[in-house]
């Protein structure tokens, strides 16, 4: 069998057996409000450089007590907020897989029943001048504005280091 129908299959068994219907049994799994992946191109005479610098620069100010976020740095950076009083240190909410992934250097599994109100990654194109920016939140009203603040923060810093940065592609974003 196919995968995807083999999944199919397994699916409509899972909604017989809890007697459950589709949007009900996928509700835990409803997607966030999200900015889909925002591309902003760099241009100066080292985009790796400047790339590395704002990822150093998010690090900096998102691991301050003050921010109460975690921070990895598995693909980029990746910063979830806020911390949970149960889970007081990134190693306790982004936990290592040890059959899969027993590094933790590729990927980790959060914990169980940590779910941050917003999380952010940013991380640089291997092969262009683009840093891609991918932002969800919880409340969807808050969207827009907490991701064009990350966004303007990171055009600010490029700026002030002799970069020029412009919007490539917004996503799902109302930017320009």
Same mark, same amino acid.
């Given at each position: 069998l196919d995968s995807g129908l083999f999944a199919l299959m397994m699916f409509w068994d899972l909604l017989l057996e809890s007697g459950q219907t589709c949007s009900k049994a996928l509700a835990p799994y409803a997607a966030w409000p999200h900015s889909g992946e925002v591309n902003l191109r760099i241009e100066c005479g080292d985009w790796r450089g400047m790339s590395a610098q704002v990822i150093q620069m998010l690090e900096d100010r998102f691991s301050? $007590?003050?921010e109460n976020s975690y921070v990895t740095k598995l693909d980029g950076i990746g910063v979830y907020h806020? =911390?949970?009083p149960d889970l007081p =240190?990134? !190693? $306790?909410?982004?936990?290592? !897989?040890p059959q899969g992934d027993p590094s933790g250097k590729t990927y980790r599994l959060v914990a169980k029943d940590y779910r941050p109100d917003w999380w952010f990654n940013v991380r640089a194109s291997n092969n262009e001048p683009l840093l891609r920016i991918n932002y969800e939140c919880q409340d969807a009203a808050h969207l827009q504005s907490q991701a064009k603040g990350l966004i303007d923060a990171v055009h600010a810093f490029c700026v002030k280091h002799g970069a020029t940065v412009e919007v490539e592609s917004p996503g799902n974003l109302a930017i320009t």
């Amino acid at each position: 069998l196919d995968s995807g129908l083999f999944a199919l299959m397994m699916f409509w068994d899972l909604l017989l057996e809890s007697g459950q219907t589709c949007s009900k049994a996928l509700a835990p799994y409803a997607a966030w409000p999200h900015s889909g992946e925002v591309n902003l191109r760099i241009e100066c005479g080292d985009w790796r450089g400047m790339s590395a610098q704002v990822i150093q620069m998010l690090e900096d100010r998102f691991s301050s $007590d003050a921010e109460n976020s975690y921070v990895t740095k598995l693909d980029g950076i990746g910063v979830y907020h806020p =911390k949970s009083p149960d889970l007081p =240190k990134t !190693d $306790d909410f982004l936990q290592i !897989d040890p059959q899969g992934d027993p590094s933790g250097k590729t990927y980790r599994l959060v914990a169980k029943d940590y779910r941050p109100d917003w999380w952010f990654n940013v991380r640089a194109s291997n092969n262009e001048p683009l840093l891609r920016i991918n932002y969800e939140c919880q409340d969807a009203a808050h969207l827009q504005s907490q991701a064009k603040g990350l966004i303007d923060a990171v055009h600010a810093f490029c700026v002030k280091h002799g970069a020029t940065v412009e919007v490539e592609s917004p996503g799902n974003l109302a930017i320009t």
